[in-house]
């Protein structure tokens, strides 16, 4: 028998101005057996992860839907709140694509365990419920020493981790993933899917695996779903959609996949810094962390816990050059950027920006020099106003350092929804970011961040919520502009492909220290650090599948 049977699915959100309904999900219908994993990809808003919420009828109020969604024969539509409270999480679990609309930023990661545990198995104790928790965030590799951290101390990879140690806390039958590993490198990446998997086996648990990566699904999938516009356009054992697709999208999914390895492999070139003085050049830059105790430690031990984030990093970024770092989640990519751009103080070091150091900056000063130093966030929610349509939102870095009148500004935005691929532009240019999947939100905040022309863009894994077809796309578009404007990178990713794509050379940062730098063909080529080594034979390899 079934696990889960979808019938006749249509599925459209509310607060249409359009006449005709538009259809997220149009007529899909599958079935999931106990213990298989079905992989579902398409690209940014082709209606993925609109179907894993109505699975869990986590859908807006006053959204249509017709059709059927069936959990071992019971219909999930007509469950009252309590059976659809036991149905969330003791049944099945779904993992966000973006762990913050899962966690509480008010609570620790320890009191976000207790809490789901307690909801649903009353009857355990504290002792219990926390070894309990222990073991789940153990088993995604977050130590107990992080218990009472709070979500925004943490990466975005390890954010990602915790969801899915909560999504396991309460053994359910089923997991909805929605992009469960887009913040993670490809060796928490593996073994967190390799955990997945072995679940999958062990405990006949059914896992749908929404995601965007060919490579990945290939690999740890039984069966393929392909998504188009809403439609359910191919569906199949893995090795036929890889190896013979039918429908013209599986086919330029695939081919757009393989392209951007064969491409990576074409591009790995030297860059040539001609003698030119770096743009920027950090020396001995340490960001510190001191671990928050209880009273009661404080008074019995004298030895504050220390987390070495950033641990002496030095490295040169010369005008034109685009420098990727590369390193599993947690490593301290994302809190070098910050440190970098002073939105956190350095413990130590110096963070020399044409000419300037950034550390001895007034704040005012700092605010100036932003103007010439933007980033790119991996988590678009982190740049973007819910507030503010995305209009407004691309202009405001215009207002904000008096590079524009309104008009202007307007004109400006609209140029740069066009570079992005947000057309035609009076539809985007007057959403919210609500209204647009998370690709189109990391095109918007894409063309916040480059709207004031910098020097040097900070990119924290621009691409890593994009299918293949789209993240080719705006690669080469973020390469067209840095040709056009001049502009220098620093590329954050956990996607090594990505890296060999698109930079020059490549750092690989491993417990808050760069272990390897060299130019990009000599780290794939010739890589001479073990961690460098370990990363290059994780990485998943599309034409192997």
Not at 119 to 126: E, F, G, M, N, T
Not at 280 to 295: A, P, Y
Request: proline share 4%; glycine share 6%.
């Amino acid at each position: 028998m079934a696990l889960l049977e979808v019938n006749q699915l249509k599925i459209a959100y509310p607060h249409q101005s359009q006449q005709k309904t538009i259809w997220a999900v149009d007529d899909v219908s599958f079935t999931l057996n106990p213990g298989e994993r079905m992989g579902l990809v398409g690209e940014s808003g082709c209606g993925k992860s609109t179907l894993g919420r109505t699975i869990m009828r986590l859908l807006p109020e006053g959204s249509q839907v017709t059709g059927e969604v069936n959990f071992q024969s019971k219909p999930v539509f007509d469950f009252n709140t309590v059976e659809l409270r036991q149905f969330r999480g003791e049944v099945v679990a779904l993992i966000f694509q973006d762990p913050m609309t899962r966690l509480d930023p008010l609570m620790t990661i320890g009191d976000h365990c207790l809490e789901t545990l307690q909801a649903h198995q009353p009857k355990l104790s504290r002792k219990a419920a926390k070894i309990k928790a222990v073991e789940a965030l153990e088993a995604v590799r977050i130590p107990a020493n992080r218990w009472g951290q709070y979500p925004h101390e943490f990466s975005g990879g390890m954010r990602q981790r915790v969801a899915i140690a909560l999504a396991l806390l309460l053994d359910p039958k089923m997991i909805v993933a929605d992009e469960p590993t887009t913040s993670l490198d490809v060796t928490v990446s593996a073994e967190i899917l390799d955990e997945l998997t072995r679940l999958c086996s062990e405990r006949d648990l059914a896992l749908l695996l929404i995601s965007h990566d060919l490579a990945m699904v290939g690999e740890y999938c039984d069966r393929i779903a392909v998504m188009y516009q809403g439609k359910m356009v191919e569906m199949g054992d893995t090795k036929s959609i890889l190896y013979s697709p039918q429908h013209e999208y599986t086919k330029s999914l695939l081919n757009a996949a393989l392209k951007l390895q064969a491409d990576a492999q074409a591009n790995s070139t030297s860059f040539q810094s001609n003698g030119a003085q770096p743009i920027l050049e950090v020396k001995k830059l340490k960001q510190h962390f001191i671990l928050e105790s209880n009273f009661i430690q404080q008074l019995f031990s004298q030895k504050k816990e220390v987390i070495k984030a950033v641990d002496g990093i030095n490295f040169e970024l010369y005008p034109g050059e685009t420098l990727g770092l590369v390193g599993e989640s947690g490593c301290g990519k994302s809190t070098l950027s910050r440190t970098i751009l002073q939105l956190l103080k350095a413990t130590a070091g110096t963070v020399d920006f044409l000419g300037q150091d950034l550390t001895k900056l007034s704040r005012k000063q700092m605010k100036q020099m932003r103007r010439q130093i933007q980033m790119i966030f991996q988590d678009p929610h982190a740049c973007l106003n819910p507030l503010m349509t995305v209009g407004e939102s691309i202009a405001d870095p215009l207002l904000i350092h008096n590079l524009a009148n309104l008009g202007e500004a307007k004109l400006k935005v609209a140029e740069m929804l066009v570079r992005v691929g947000l057309t035609p532009v009076e539809d985007y240019y007057h959403r919210y970011p609500s209204e647009l999947s998370g690709g189109q939100q990391q095109r918007v905040a894409i063309a916040r961040a480059l709207i004031t022309n910098p020097q040097l863009v900070i990119c924290d894994e621009p691409v890593s919520m994009l299918d293949a077809t789209v993240q080719t796309q705006v690669l080469e578009l973020m390469l067209a502009l840095k040709a056009e404007f001049k502009l220098t990178y620093l590329f954050i990713t956990h996607d090594l492909w990505v890296a060999r794509f698109f930079c020059d050379r490549i750092a690989v940062m491993n417990g808050g220290k760069i272990v390897e730098i060299e130019s990009t063909e000599k780290i794939f080529k010739y890589p001479q650090h073990p961690y460098t080594q370990k990363l290059l034979s994780a990485a998943p390899l599309l034409v192997n599948c």
